[in-house]
């Protein structure tokens, strides 16, 4: 036999999550993470996030590991199990800095290079399609949004 469902405490059954921010952020960004990687898997073999570090090292924002576990939000042991994926591929090497011997520093091998520099049009392409119908307008207003969200937690980067 079993047991009925309970009620749904007053709190839960009223609250609209599809109306919640957080859950919609949360939503595109799983939408956006799963176009690009089908793009990426399909295109370079790699997942969008194993991409995105690509292209974070090829562009100078991110230089070391623990850059990377900040600004993707994860754990650094997260961070080094991708990027042992990565080295792994030959895409990228771990390079111990000569100023200070206990800072490594990422660097991309030539194959890391080319597909780093596939990435602009991958994101393009996946914002493109997100986007459609929105003007210029839009689109500016909703970057000038999302970046006082940013500000608002302290971040100053663009």
Excluded: H, W
């Amino acid at each position: 036999m079993t047991e009925p469902t309970p009620a749904l405490p007053k709190e839960l059954s009223e609250y609209q999550m599809g109306e919640s921010v957080g859950y919609l952020i949360a939503r595109v960004k799983s939408v956006m993470s799963n176009l690009v990687t089908q793009r990426t898997m399909a295109e370079l073999g790699i997942t969008s996030t194993q991409a995105s570090i690509l292209f974070m090292v090829a562009s100078g924002r991110c230089l070391v590991a623990a850059e990377l576990a900040r600004d993707y939000g994860i754990d650094a042991s997260a961070v080094t199990r991708l990027i042992d994926r990565l080295e792994k591929r030959g895409l990228l090497t771990r390079v111990r800095s000569s100023e200070d011997r206990r800072v490594v520093r990422l660097a991309l091998t030539p194959e890391g290079y080319e597909l780093a520099a596939r990435m602009p049009e991958i994101f393009t392409s996946v914002l493109d399609k997100l986007l459609a119908g929105f003007t210029p307008e839009e689109v500016g207003f909703l970057k000038s949004m999302l970046r006082r969200v940013l500000v608002n937690n302290g971040d100053q980067t663009n």
